[in-house]
């Protein structure tokens, strides 16, 4: 299996600050990666594919970079809204695995 | 618009069987596969497998492989995840899935509500 592996684990992080998160993939997966938050209690939303490719509805703070096996995921100015947990999963072969995920919590 | 409507909460004994359910509607059912993850509680997420609708497949991840089924009712548009052999390391909430793309590998889109088993004696 694919292993993803996220860093940090925790970022502590103020409103309006610059925040990236790294997710590292044990072997080559070309560009099939994606990127969710999820909020307490709440399922994952999903916000970016094919590692820089935005949802539609997601918003432009929101960008994601990276192939082989180095991956970010940016947030250009971080807003209240944005404090959550962050998964990267990889979707170049099954099983489809996701990192351990990232908190990013209010400094 | 697309949703995906997950049974409630279950509680059962170690060893038991638990049946979740995800009532899709908004999209055309056969097109897209559904993928189940499961989340431990304060864990991270853990991807289970995928049912295909149109091609009748599925796919399970190795560490459920001899415990899990993945299946659908055309007539009602709902998958069903079957776990056997419930052990306590199960408890957890289980999210049914939408694949973003059509076929092939892809990630998720649209993600049911989640239902919590938890599985105690």
């Known amino acids: 299996d694919i292993q993803m592996t996220q860093s940090p684990s925790t970022l502590s992080a103020s409103v309006g600050d610059r925040v990236t998160i790294t997710c590292r993939a044990s072997q080559y997966i070309n560009t099939w990666v994606a990127w969710y938050q999820q909020k307490p209690g709440k399922a994952p939303k999903f916000l970016v594919y094919?590692?820089?490719s935005l949802e539609s509805g997601v918003p432009s703070r929101f960008s994601g970079s990276g192939s082989g096996t180095e991956f970010t995921l940016t947030i250009s100015s971080l807003q209240p809204d944005d404090f959550a947990t962050y998964y990267c999963q990889q979707y170049n072969s099954p099983p489809y695995t996701f990192g351990q995920g990232t908190k990013v919590e209010i400094k | 618009q697309v949703q995906l409507v997950q049974s409630g909460a279950e509680v059962k004994k170690p060893g038991a069987s638990v049946r979740v359910s995800c009532k899709t509607s908004?999209?055309?059912?056969?097109?897209?596969?559904i993928t189940w993850v499961r989340q431990a509680p304060g864990q991270g997420l853990e991807w289970m497998g995928w049912i295909s609708v149109y091609s009748d497949k599925t796919y399970y991840a190795q560490n459920f492989r001899d415990r899990v089924t993945m299946t659908a009712d055309t007539s009602t548009n709902t998958l069903y995840l079957d776990l056997t052999s419930l052990r306590s390391d199960d408890t957890a909430i289980y999210y049914c899935?939408?694949?973003?793309?059509?076929?092939?590998?892809?990630?998720?889109?649209?993600w049911g509500q989640g239902t919590l088993v938890t599985v105690s004696s």
């Open positions: 094919k590692a820089s």
């Open positions: 899935a939408r694949d973003h793309f059509q076929g092939g590998s892809s990630p998720h889109d649209y």
């Open positions: 908004g999209y055309t059912f056969n097109i897209y596969r």
